[in-house]
Every structure is written in C-alpha cells, then in structure tokens.
C-alpha cells in the first residue's frame, strides 16, 4: 500500500476477528511500524468505531478503523512473488483435494519436503504463491509432513485462517489418522503406545528416540487392520501428540518398523520381493473445525508405491474409513476457550442490540410516601416497628 496523504478507513473482516489491533497492522499494514501505531494510539490518531484505541485491544468483526495519513516506514522491502515454472505451477494445482474458503487440502506426494532446507531447493512452501491472485495474501503452512510421508496437507489461505487452524493443531482438536504398512505383526492388534521422545545424541537433532527420563510426552493410539500371515501389517495411526517422527519412532519401538524407514527399522525395514523400498507411511484423513464453523474433513488417495505394496499383500482397502481412534474428548486449549468466551460475548451483544433500554424513574417507597405516609419498611408491608428485646436478653442500662 503506497503512501497516503489523506485519513483512511477499514472495515474489520470475519478472518480478523478476535485479533489485536497492532497485530492487525501487522497483516494489512505492515509498511507502518509497531512504534507508530503506538505513538498513534497515545495520541488518539487511531480509532475503532470513532473511540480511541489501544495496541492491545482486540477487534470484531465489521468495526470501522481510523488509520492517520502517512506513517509508512522507508526502506522497508515489499514481498517478492516467487517466479515458478509452469512445471511447479502444475505440481501444485495437482496436489489440491479440496478447496474450502479458509483452506486448500493437499495431497503431498511422497519425496517432496513441507519446507525447505539445505540443498531442498523444491518444497511445498515454494509452490504457495501458484494458490495466490495477485492481490490475495499468500497462503500459509499450519502442519508439516516428512519429506518422505505422503497425504494430506492443509494450508491456510489466509492469515486470519492460519492462526485458527493453527490453534486447532497445537490444541489437539484436529484429528489426524494414517495408514502405515509395518514390517510383522503386533501381537496387542488395538491399543495406545505411551513413550517419551527426546532428540539422539550425536545425530544433530535429525533423529529422535524413546528416553523415558527425559523426553517429552508422545501418546499413540494403533489398530492392526488386516496381516499378511506373520510378514507385514496394515495399521491405522492417529497421534494424541505431535512430536517430531512420532508414528516412525513409535512403530520401531514396537518392534514393528514402518516399511521403507531405514533411519529408524535399519535393514530390518525392508520386506523381500518387488515390494517398494519407499516409505510407507500415508496421511489418509484430517477433521478440523472450520472458521465461521463447519467442519473439513478430507481424505487422500495412496501413492502408487503404497497402492501396489497392498495389492501385492492382498490388503483390502475398504476395511478402513480412517475413522479417529481416540476414545477421550480432547480439552479445548486456553486460547480456545477464550475464543469461545470472546464469541459468546459477541453474540450476547448481538441479541442485546436494537432491545429498548428502560430507565427507572422512581425509588422502592416512594410510592408509599404518596399514599400514607412514611412505613420504613417494604413497599406494600407493614409498618416497621422497633426490634424488640429478645426473650430472656438483659435490657440495656440507662446512662
């Protein structure tokens, strides 16, 4: 947005409800800096409704903002489209699944990374822009997936959106459950595997592993599906936390490695015969709420090497909807619940809205006082009367 020499006006949007007014700034504005909005605050420059503003305050949706000419910070470098190739531009359009007003559902393939890295010059996150109009904000990853697992994939379309499904994800509402071909059979074919994760020793943080005394809380709940005699398995995954290479970390412990994983099952990993040597690991379904409510909920066909693995064990896919394994009500986060709060309150004001405000013209007695006189007491009793003396109580001496 270029320099302006007159007072501008803004209407907040649903995908903004809820924020804070610097943070607003943030994402409509971001050539004006945290000082000025401060410095515009204190002076009552800006206003929310016609009504002086602080930093902090949060907004609703349809509120009306003051935004002060000029104000725009020089020498601050405006975003780059990245240039894609039509190659990269046809990727991307071919991983959607779904597309709601909030979010795009992908279907990564397998082989490429959520983000990128050293020498991961090709990623999801540098295909964001082919999802973007010219003047659309640019989408936004909430949740990763490992270079090497494929399935679904939500991206935000927004920032307002991104904040909500991001919530969603650290607060464990979303329900996330995959498809995993193991080497062997579980013996326990339902069940939660419960082991603290922590990053290895001497691998850099590129590896993790189970340490009971010191790792962090990782829930897994499995159900064996269908086997193929004693040599491999199908599993339904759904994580209860969302450690780094939980599910792949998980199923080694078990004992049970992931098909393809060579970094956590060694050689162990890998099945004889035309099976692929790729990771098998897929993310077959996702439900979250929605902005606004509703509910996504997606699901992803396999890759072609997952696809042929089952065919060639005689897996019957139609033996599993993905449905959540998890019995328990996942507790809302706490910024959940004061997103909650907020929405209540703003329905409460909604509803109160265009009711006729009465004010109370006359006090309790007054009534009284023009129909007989002076009672002391309730309008309408009796005359009160002085508190006699309790049976059996001394009376007071006289001074």
Known sequence: MSISDEVRQFTVAADDEGIRLDRWFKRHLPQIG????????????????????????????????????GGEATGRPQRQRRALSDDDVSLAKDMVVLETKAALILNKPPG???????????????????????????????????????GILLIART????????????????????????????????????????????????????DHEGGQPAKTRYRVVEAAGKKAAWLELEPMTGRTHQLRVHCAAMGHPIVGDGKYGGQDAFLTGSVSRKMHLHARRLIIDEPGGGTVDATADLPEHFASSMDQLGFNLSLSD??????????????????AARQHAKQYRKARR?????????????AAKKAGGKTGGKPGGKPATRPSAKAGAKPRPKR
């Open 34 to 69: 945290f000082a000025t909005v401060g410095k515009w605050a204190r002076t009552g420059q800006i206003r929310v409704d016609g009504k002086r503003a602080k930093p902090d305050d949060r907004l609703e949706t349809g509120q009306i903002i003051r935004v002060p000419p």
């Open 112 to 150: 490429l990374a959520t983000q990128g890295g050293t020498k991961t010059t090709r990623h999801v996150d540098g295909l964001l822009d082919a999802y973007a109009g010219e003047d659309d904000p640019r989408p936004r990853l909430v949740h990763r997936l490992d270079k090497d697992t494929s």
């Open 159 to 210: 920032p307002g959106s991104a904040a909500f499904f991001s919530k969603r994800f650290s607060g464990r509402s979303a329900k996330k459950v995959y498809w995993a071909l193991v080497v062997g059979v579980p013996d326990i074919r339902e069940g939660t595997i419960d082991a603290p994760l922590a990053k290895q020793p001497g691998s850099g943080g590129e590896k993790m592993h189970v």
């Open 322 to 339: 993905a449905a959540p394994l998890r019995e328990d009500t996942v507790p809302k986060s706490r910024e959940e619940k004061k997103q």
């Open 354 to 366: 265009g009711e006729r405000k009465t004010r109370v013209t006359s006090k309790p007695g007054k």
